[in-house]
């Protein structure tokens, strides 16, 4: 494989419309899902009550709700999961300590096995959300600064709009799917947003070093022609270490049980997104920006820095 | 002229790390602490305002109510008990492996203010009057009781004295366990027994000059009445505890995901070993050696910290392989290259480490400061996750970048694989002709 990886011919950037008119093209889709359909969101961030009762035997819907009624309770929605031995209910109010004690009992009683459950007040569902929104905008600062210092401003913009590109895929994808949006989730995306800057910085780590060894970058032709080579060598281990990821995320959703599921999904859609925005996004969006720069440049007497 | 010595070296410090690993592994996996996700348990945030209106809710009343409630979570025997201040009005409560969660959340927001009032309401006396750790359960007709022992016994005499010179019914001394504004004995004592807010209300005769008073409960349970006698021993919080957030997790449902996890996790690395084995040859053997060193350090390290491994942490365990991984990668793809330009084996190793390194400082510190982000924002589980992450990463670095380096060096200082490209997967065809 690697030799014909190396012998690869191909125009990353020639084509680079096309690649931004793909993006283009899915995040409209990913924004219309999210604005129809909306997130499924758990209640760490909705606030209310969570019961996961689990079964030896396989469980339905009427017979957990009955239960829930004879504690004189009404759940929001009960669902199956996990083949059918777990019940997940929902409510939407906080269920108070004492009743948490009573659906404890009766279903312990009743299946052998200790139900989980969970319960949320607005108050902390609104601060979880607060705080995860602020430590993704902290990151988002915090990496173009790195950037910034140790390559260039543009390369911090453009792995910064292949960040945003890759987190709003994994949300794009969990509305179309329906998934349960929590607090894992929210670990997750950060994931993602380290694994897809990593991704990027190899790449543009790579244009950095063959830039030194240019003797003229004056037209955005010498920049593609840079970029183009700098994608095809790093190409390998690109798609390599996707790989070897993929393997670990998608042993997680297969095997890794229902609390991880959710988890594993989005890591596994976002690290598939983040390879797309390394090798056909944001190289190519520095490379444009940076031929702009030089024609501004070729007016004034100050030379290119790179 | 192969040197010998150093693939000796090799073998041995390979066999040194196998038999450490090998000796001690089931050890340290035994020590590490399970969050409450993984073994059942419960976490509870409360939202915390003072007993009385006038106080103020300050960082010492915060303090002194987490070393109450550590005191009484000492009553139920839990191992790991996490209470942490959050914010300014917060407290999170974590109990991993709490045997009884009912009774242990019955436990800890009691306030076990003890009063004694008279049938109008009016307090006579209070916790205060107690003398300190001295309640104890006692027997009386083989009923259990509890009985505590007074401060002043003349104070209760004085008590006594007016209660009994009060006619029928109102001659009781009503005793209460946090007794809130608004609750009237009145109204309590026209319910059935097993729904009175208060503990009991014995009938005064005479004047009582003794020091001790027994609450005879309505009647007790025995594990009641302990309960009653540690409450009241672990003294009263001077707080009034809401559950704001609460979770738990049944032991089966943690056992489980333990167990899941940890298989997915094994099949994981295990399909990483095995491309890493085919597709980079001797550097992949290499690379699997490093990466099991780097699990076993990663369980010794977060051993040391004295961190709980919860079911996001076991994730970020496992991305952590993917980082020290990329890292691999991205060296033997670099040495690949430098093999290719038709440099020799051992001036392709040297110029591939160096432009490796900064590569995967780069993109390590990149992912570092997400992380830290995530630990500074994050609560429990996410900062669980974070924590993971971080020494994952710093980890990786180590066992992939240097550790890989010092092994691979080895073979390559011995000129063993000189003329030898394919040990690194690179066919002759492949290299350039200088």
Same mark, same amino acid.
Not at chain 1, 34 to 58: C, H, K, M, W
Not at chain 1, 112 to 127: G, L
Not at chain 1, 145 to 174: K, N, P, S, T
Not at chain 2, 123 to 140: P, Y
């Given at each position: 494989?690697?030799?014909?990886?190396?012998?690869?011919?191909?125009?990353?950037?020639?084509?680079? !419309?096309?690649?931004?008119?793909?993006?283009?093209?899915?995040?409209?889709? &990913?924004? =219309?899902?999210?604005?129809?359909?909306?997130?499924? %969101?758990?209640?760490?961030?909705?606030? &209310?009550?969570?019961?996961?009762?689990?079964?030896?035997?396989?469980?339905?819907?009427?017979?957990?709700?009955?239960?829930?009624?004879?504690?004189?309770?009404?759940?929001?929605?009960?669902?199956?999961?996990?083949?059918?031995?777990?019940?997940?209910?929902?409510?939407?109010?906080?269920?108070?300590?004492?009743?948490?004690?009573?659906?404890?009992?009766?279903?312990?009683? =009743?299946? +052998?096995? +200790?139900?989980?459950?969970?319960?949320?007040?607005?108050?902390?569902?609104?601060?979880?959300?607060?705080?995860?929104?602020?430590?993704?905008?902290?990151?988002?600062?915090?990496?173009?600064?790195?950037?910034?210092?140790?390559?260039?401003?543009?390369?911090?913009?453009?792995?910064?709009?292949? =960040?945003?590109?890759?987190?709003?895929?994994?949300?794009?994808?969990?509305?179309?799917?329906?998934?349960?949006?929590?607090?894992?989730?929210?670990?997750?995306?950060?994931?993602?947003?380290?694994?897809?800057?990593?991704?990027?910085?190899?790449?543009?780590?790579?244009?950095? +070093? !063959?830039?030194?060894? +240019?003797?003229?970058?004056?037209?955005?032709?010498?920049?593609?022609?840079?970029?183009?080579?700098?994608?095809?060598?790093?190409?390998?281990?690109?798609? !390599?270490?996707?790989?070897?990821?993929?393997?670990?995320?998608?042993?997680?959703?297969?095997? &890794?049980?229902?609390?991880?599921?959710?988890?594993?999904?989005?890591? %596994?859609? &976002? =690290?598939?997104?983040?390879?797309?925005?390394?090798?056909?996004?944001?190289?190519?969006?520095?490379?444009?920006?940076?031929?702009?720069?030089?024609?501004?440049?070729?007016?004034?007497?100050?030379?290119?820095?790179? | 002229?192969?040197?010998?010595?150093?693939?000796?070296?090799?073998?041995?410090?390979?066999?040194?790390?196998?038999?450490?690993?090998?000796?001690?592994?089931?050890?340290?996996?035994?020590?590490?602490?399970?969050?409450?996700?993984?073994?059942?348990?419960?976490?509870?945030?409360?939202?915390?305002?003072?007993?009385? *209106?006038?106080?103020?809710?300050?960082?010492?009343?915060?303090?002194?109510?987490?070393?109450?409630?550590?005191?009484?979570?000492?009553?139920?025997?839990?191992?790991?008990?996490?209470?942490?201040?959050?914010?300014?009005?917060?407290?999170?409560?974590?109990?991993?492996?709490?045997?009884?969660?009912?009774?242990?959340?019955?436990?800890?927001?009691?306030?076990?203010?003890?009063?004694?009032?008279?049938?109008?309401?009016?307090?006579?006396?209070?916790?205060?009057?107690?003398?300190?750790?001295?309640?104890?359960?006692?027997?009386?007709?083989?009923?259990?009781?509890?009985?505590?022992?007074?401060?002043?016994?003349?104070?209760?005499?004085?008590?006594?004295?007016?209660?009994?010179?009060?006619?029928?019914?109102?001659?009781?001394?009503?005793?209460?366990?946090?007794?809130?504004?608004?609750?009237?004995?009145?109204?309590?004592?026209?319910?059935?027994?097993?729904?009175?807010?208060?503990?009991?209300?014995?009938?005064?005769?005479?004047?009582?000059?003794?020091?001790?008073?027994?609450?005879?409960?309505?009647?007790?349970?025995? *594990?009641?009445? *302990?309960?009653?006698?540690?409450?009241?021993?672990?003294?009263?919080?001077?707080?009034?505890?809401?559950?704001?957030?609460?979770?738990?997790?049944?032991?089966?449902? @943690?056992?489980?995901?333990?167990?899941?996890?940890?298989?997915?996790?094994?099949?994981?690395?295990?399909?990483?070993?095995?491309?890493?084995?085919?597709?980079?040859?001797?550097?992949?053997?290499?690379?699997?050696?490093?990466?099991?060193?780097?699990?076993?350090?990663?369980?010794?390290?977060?051993?040391?910290?004295?961190?709980?491994?919860?079911?996001?942490?076991?994730?970020?365990?496992?991305?952590?392989?993917?980082?020290?991984?990329?890292?691999?990668?991205?060296?033997?793809?670099?040495?690949?290259?430098?093999?290719?330009?038709?440099?020799?084996?051992?001036?392709?190793?040297?110029?591939?480490?160096?432009?490796?390194?900064?590569?995967?400082?780069?993109?390590?510190?990149?992912?570092?400061?997400?992380?830290?982000?995530?630990?500074?924002? @994050?609560?429990?589980?996410?900062?669980?996750?974070?924590?993971?992450?971080?020494?994952?990463?710093?980890?990786?670095?180590?066992?992939?970048?240097?550790?890989?380096?010092?092994?691979?060096?080895?073979?390559?200082?011995?000129?063993?694989?000189?003329?030898?490209?394919?040990?690194?997967?690179?066919?002759?065809?492949?290299?350039?002709?200088?």
């Amino acid at each position: 494989m690697s030799s014909r990886v190396r012998d690869i011919k191909f125009d990353f950037v020639k084509h680079r !419309n096309k690649f931004f008119a793909i993006s283009l093209a899915l995040i409209v889709l &990913g924004g =219309l899902a999210i604005a129809i359909f909306g997130l499924n %969101l758990g209640i760490d961030f909705s606030s &209310g009550s969570r019961v996961d009762i689990q079964s030896d035997e396989t469980l339905t819907t009427e017979e957990v709700s009955k239960e829930f009624e004879g504690l004189g309770l009404q759940p929001e929605s009960v669902t199956l999961a996990g083949g059918g031995e777990i019940a997940v209910a929902a409510f939407k109010s906080e269920l108070n300590k004492d009743e948490v004690a009573e659906i404890k009992n009766t279903f312990t009683d =009743l299946y +052998e096995i +200790e139900p989980s459950i969970s319960t949320v007040s607005p108050d902390v569902a609104v601060d979880l959300a607060k705080n995860a929104f602020i430590a993704v905008a902290i990151a988002s600062v915090g990496i173009i600064l790195y950037v910034a210092i140790r390559f260039e401003w543009l390369q911090g913009f453009a792995a910064i709009v292949a =960040l945003f590109h890759d987190a709003f895929f994994i949300i794009a994808v969990f509305s179309i799917l329906q998934i349960e949006v929590n607090i894992t989730f929210i670990a997750a995306v950060l994931t993602i947003v380290g694994y897809s800057i990593n991704d990027t910085i190899v790449t543009f780590d790579r244009i950095r +070093e !063959n830039m030194k060894f +240019e003797k003229k970058v004056k037209t955005f032709d010498d920049v593609a022609r840079v970029v183009n080579k700098s994608l095809v060598q790093t190409l390998a281990r690109s798609i !390599n270490t996707v790989l070897t990821v993929v393997f670990a995320a998608t042993a997680l959703t297969i095997f &890794g049980g229902e609390a991880i599921r959710p988890f594993a999904v989005a890591l %596994l859609i &976002g =690290l598939l997104a983040g390879t797309y925005s390394s090798i056909f996004i944001a190289s190519q969006l520095w490379a444009v920006w940076k031929g702009k720069q030089l024609k501004k440049k070729k007016f004034s007497p100050v030379e290119s820095e790179v | 002229m192969v040197k010998k010595g150093r693939i000796v070296a090799f073998f041995l410090i390979v066999l040194l790390l196998g038999g450490l690993i090998g000796t001690t592994v089931m050890g340290v996996t035994k020590e590490i602490k399970l969050g409450l996700d993984l073994q059942g348990g419960f976490e509870v945030l409360y939202e915390v305002t003072p007993a009385q *209106e006038d106080q103020e809710l300050s960082q010492d009343l915060l303090n002194s109510t987490v070393s109450a409630l550590y005191k009484r979570i000492n009553v139920l025997g839990v191992s790991e008990p996490r209470i942490t201040i959050e914010g300014e009005d917060r407290i999170r409560v974590q109990l991993a492996g709490v045997k009884d969660q009912n009774q242990a959340r019955e436990l800890l927001s009691t306030q076990a203010e003890l009063t004694f009032r008279t049938t109008d309401d009016e307090e006579q006396m209070s916790g205060a009057d107690l003398k300190e750790g001295a309640a104890k359960v006692v027997f009386d007709n083989n009923q259990p009781v509890v009985q505590v022992t007074l401060k002043n016994p003349e104070k209760f005499a004085n008590i006594t004295r007016e209660i009994s010179q009060l006619p029928q019914p109102d001659n009781r001394l009503v005793i209460w366990l946090d007794y809130e504004e608004g609750d009237s004995y009145q109204e309590e004592v026209t319910k059935p027994a097993d729904e009175q807010k208060f503990i009991s209300d014995p009938a005064v005769r005479t004047v009582l000059s003794q020091n001790t008073v027994v609450i005879s409960g309505p009647p007790f349970q025995l *594990e009641e009445a *302990e309960n009653l006698k540690e409450l009241l021993n672990a003294g009263s919080l001077p707080v009034q505890l809401e559950e704001i957030y609460s979770t738990s997790v049944g032991a089966q449902f @943690g056992e489980q995901s333990l167990n899941k996890t940890v298989l997915a996790g094994f099949i994981g690395i295990g399909l990483i070993f095995l491309f890493m084995l085919f597709y980079y040859r001797l550097p992949g053997a290499i690379a699997v050696i490093t990466l099991s060193v780097y699990i076993y350090l990663i369980l010794v390290v977060f051993n040391w910290m004295n961190a709980v491994l919860t079911l996001p942490g076991i994730a970020a365990l496992i991305l952590g392989v993917g980082m020290a991984v990329d890292a691999n990668i991205i060296t033997y793809e670099r040495i690949k290259e430098e093999i290719r330009s038709g440099k020799s084996i051992m001036s392709a190793f040297k110029a591939g480490g160096r432009r490796s390194f900064t590569t995967i400082f780069d993109a390590n510190i990149t992912t570092l400061i997400a992380a830290g982000v995530l630990f500074a924002y @994050g609560t429990s589980s996410v900062k669980g996750f974070a924590v993971m992450l971080i020494t994952s990463i710093t980890v990786s670095f180590l066992t992939a970048v240097w550790g890989s380096r010092i092994l691979l060096g080895l073979w390559v200082k011995s000129r063993a694989l000189s003329k030898k490209p394919g040990l690194f997967g690179v066919k002759e065809s492949e290299i350039d002709e200088l």
